[in-house]
């Protein structure tokens, strides 16, 4: 009688599950939008093919700084969020969002303080 099993109760996602799985979908989302302007926009301090801002490179500049504030208050609220669920062994935080809530301040630290 010692070794019975412990009820099952989770079966299935939830609603907090699926809504820290769209978070991170989005983050996904809004990380490559971001990628995608600063390689468009390029920087005075990348190499010969970044040499000179481009058109609207400094317009372009002010969104990808946009996205990357949007990215860290997302990932801050999935994990958040995710904390709250913390009540089992089996529960882990979400590598996705740990990550892009650091690329996003090294991203903001970068663009505001170096590039500026």
């Known amino acids: 009688m010692a070794d019975e099993k412990k009820k099952i109760r989770r079966h299935g996602a939830d609603g907090v599950v699926k809504a820290i ?36 490179g400094k317009a372009l500049t002010g969104w990808a700084i946009a996205l990357m504030v949007v990215q860290f208050i997302l990932c801050v609220t999935g994990l958040a969020v995710q904390s709250s669920r913390m009540k089992r062994k089996s529960d882990r935080f979400s590598m996705s969002l740990i990550v892009f809530a650091l690329l996003s301040i ?9 590039l500026a």
């Open 21 to 56: 799985n769209g978070m991170v979908i989005i983050s996904w989302g809004v990380f490559l939008v971001a990628f995608m302007i600063v390689s468009i926009s390029g920087s005075s301090g990348g190499g010969q093919s970044y040499g000179t801002v481009r058109t609207g």
């Open 106 to 114: 090294v991203g903001l630290f970068v663009f505001i303080f170096v």
